[in-house]
């Protein structure tokens, strides 16, 4: 599993014109699924999403996590994570999670994440979005379930 974690000021995602999603001060996350991932696997990447300190306190050192500034969450499924780019031009996607496990384990992170952080906002699984954010300091990480 694949987070790309960006604190961001406002963010927002789009559907056919339509916003479907929209967040202050928080996290823009991009979520991936593999194909051997599970729900343990979620919860640790969940854990460590909830529990990350990344946005500055009073003396600007990064110590403070969501709850500590009521952050807000934006969370985007994005199957392109698992591109494969080792052969030729054309990336493949074979490693990313098949359609329905991979939207059952997104929507799973969205109901665990509602658990610990009061505003979860979501994309639609497998739709053409459009994405805008103010990606602040800019501040971003990679959160690879492999590393954790």
Partial sequence: MKFVIQVVTDANVKVEGKTVGEIG???LVLVGVGQEDTKE???KMIKKLIGMRIFSDENGKTNLALKDVN???LLISQFTLYADCKK???PNFLNAGKSEMA???YEYIISECKRYVPVV???VFGAEMMVSLTNDGPF???LDSRDL
Avoid: S
Wanted: net charge negative; hydrophobic share 35%.
């Fill in 71 to 73: 952050g807000e969450l």
């Fill in 121 to 123: 906002e979501k994309g």
């Fill in 103 to 105: 939207n059952e384990l």
């Fill in 140 to 142: 971003t990480i990679i």
């Fill in 88 to 90: 030729g031009n054309r």
């Fill in 41 to 43: 696997v979620a919860d």
């Fill in 25 to 27: 001060k928080g996290f």
